[in-house]
């Protein structure tokens, strides 16, 4: 149940990302397309955690979420970049 969980959680995140990011991407439309804004959206969290604990020492940070979504915005433009 964990996974779906992560899922869920990094396509909101990916969404956020491509939201606050206008432009055009190279992702393909349709399932892929979900599937690759959710990887985005699970990267940026991994991403935002890793530098949130380094930063803070604590597991209890409060900025999680928006770590995160400039995480997901980080690979975001990675993604533009390289493709």
Not at 40 to 48: K, Q
Not at 53 to 68: E, P, T, V
Request: without cysteine; glycine residues 16%.
């Amino acid at each position: 149940m964990s996974i779906i969980w992560q899922l869920f959680v990094g396509l909101i995140i990916g969404v956020i990302a491509r939201f606050l990011l206008p432009g055009q991407e190279a992702i393909a439309s349709g399932f892929l397309g979900w599937l690759v804004t959710a990887g985005i959206g699970m990267g940026g969290s991994l991403l935002g955690s890793v530098v949130g604990r380094a930063i803070w020492k604590d597991q209890n940070y409060k900025a999680g979420w928006i770590l995160s979504i400039l995480g997901a915005m980080g690979l975001l433009l990675l993604f533009r970049f390289l493709f």
